[in-house]
Every structure is written in C-alpha cells, then in structure tokens.
C-alpha cells in the first residue's frame, strides 16, 4: 500500500529483523536511508536486490533537499520505505522531519517494528523497567550538557542515554558529577555482536573499568532513578519562610513544592501555618 513505511533494521545481527520488513523492503517502490552503503550491505545479506528501485540517501544534513522528493513520491501514490543505520527510525534518527512533513501533508506513515538498542539496554541493566526515560545522545556542548545531566538527575524513572566510545569517559565523569558516583548503572556495548557486554557497578566503578579499558563499540547508558528522598516539615517550612521574604505566600509555597519535592498542597498547608504564626507575632 502507498505510504512512509519507518522500517527497524538490525542494530548488529543481520538476523533480528522481521519478515514484515523484508516484505517491506523487497515491496516498496522506492527507499531512504541515513547510508545507501549500509542500506545496500543489509538489503545484499538477505537477498533483496533494487532492481532499478530509487535508493535516496536521506540525511540530517540534506534532508532540506531530499523531503521534497519524497513527498513527491508519496503524493504520486508510490510506497517508500525508510531505513536508519542501525535501529529504529525516528529513535535519535534523522527521521524526524520527513515523518512530520508527510503527516502535514495528510500522508499515510506505517511504522515497521524491530531493533532498538534502547529495549534491551533496559534488560540487561537489571535496574527497575516500569517506568524509564530515554534522553537519547549527551550534548556535547559544555553549558547544555551540564543542564541536561542536571535535569536528569532529578529523575525519579531509569534514565537510558546513547554516547561514542570516544566521549564515554568524559560523559561518565560529568554523570558523577551530577548524579552521584554511587548511583547505581549499567554501560552496555555492542548489543547483539560477538563482542556484546554489559558493564554494571555504580557510576564510579564503570568510569574505573573504562578508564583502564579502552571502550569499544556504541554504548547504552541505562542509570538507576533519584532516590525517594524524605523532607521534614521543618525543612519545607524553612524554604517557604526564605521564599517569602522575595514572593508571594502562594509563589514560595510553589517554590519549596517544586525545589523540595513535596506535595503542593502539602507546601501550601506549611505555608499558611507559617503565616497565621508570624501574624500572631
């Protein structure tokens, strides 16, 4: 049928992909991918050749150039089935553009599901799964990378980070930094290669490991979730009288919610106490 199909290809075993997207690649009229070098090895492996089929490379730099062609070809009625490197489409993918000009466009997207490092990475950490969020590649910029490390920090969900066996080091020294050496993690490698490994310990301890051994390969970074952290009321109701020398009652209620972690009603009640004692004297 006509259509964006977002097909998932293999993130190292040529073999975990799906008979849906063989169908899908050997059936589409036309294809897209991040490398047209990559796409043809992997289309080679399972037999399925072009046979005068367009393959368009379709890439975060070019992508200004190329989304008017493929939309062209949608519109005209014609399947394209668009492929990542590695992985899930759309998934820290350049992907994101052309899926949201065809859906401007009123154009049918059918998602192809399969390999994702993100799923399994998450398996193999043994850290908590029912709630997790996935903040895909660290910044590499100094000022934004710290930012970003902080906020997420605070998370109280498993955190799933994609990074470079280049930059691995110096992103879990900055994740000390932030989150704490003694944080629980996991920095799994080359998931389903020869060479998989998953390294777990603290934070600390996976910045020794790879401090002596070179890393190798991509890495998924899976990082366990802030701690639950008791505040007393004598805590909040400090924050609230600091609060209240520069805000409203309201505002400084909302601030010791927001910065504490506290209920907002709960802040709220504090507050209102706090204030019938200091109208008392």
Excluded: W
Excluded at 98 to 105: D, K, N
Excluded at 201 to 225: K, N, Q, R
């Amino acid at each position: 049928m006509p259509g964006l199909y977002l097909v998932s290809t293999p993130i190292g075993n040529a073999r975990d992909i799906t008979l849906r997207a063989l169908d899908t690649l050997e059936l589409s009229d036309a294809l897209a991918a991040e490398d047209t070098r990559t796409a043809r090895r992997l289309l080679g492996i399972h037999g399925i050749g072009l046979r005068g089929r367009t393959l368009l490379s379709y890439r975060d730099h070019n992508a200004e150039a190329q989304i008017p062609k493929l939309i062209s070809l949608l519109k005209d009625g014609k399947s394209v089935a668009l492929l990542s490197d590695a992985g899930t489409p759309m998934i820290s993918d350049p992907g994101f553009r052309l899926v949201r000009s065809a859906v401007a466009e009123g154009l049918p997207v059918i998602p192809v599901p399969g390999a994702s490092a993100v799923l399994p990475a998450l398996c193999l950490s043994a850290l908590p799964t029912d709630k997790f969020l996935f903040a895909g590649f660290v910044p590499t910029a100094g000022r934004a990378r710290k930012n970003f490390l902080s906020e997420l920090a605070k998370s109280r969900e498993t955190v799933v980070l994609f990074e470079s066996p280049n930059r691995l080091c110096r992103s879990l020294s900055d994740m000390i930094a932030e989150f704490g050496g003694e944080r629980p993690a996991a920095a799994c490698r080359e998931i389903t290669k020869k060479f998989e490994e998953s390294r777990r310990g603290t934070l600390d301890e996976i910045l020794a490991h790879f401090s002596e051994v070179e890393p190798i390969g991509e890495f998924t970074i899976v990082i366990g979730g802030a701690p639950e952290r008791t505040v007393s009321d004598d805590e909040v109701r400090e924050r609230i009288a600091e609060a209240m020398e520069e805000m409203s009652l309201r505002d400084a209620a909302a601030f010791a919610s927001d910065s504490l972690g506290v209920a907002r009603s709960a802040a709220y009640g504090i507050a209102l106490e706090l204030k019938r004692r200091q109208s008392r004297t």
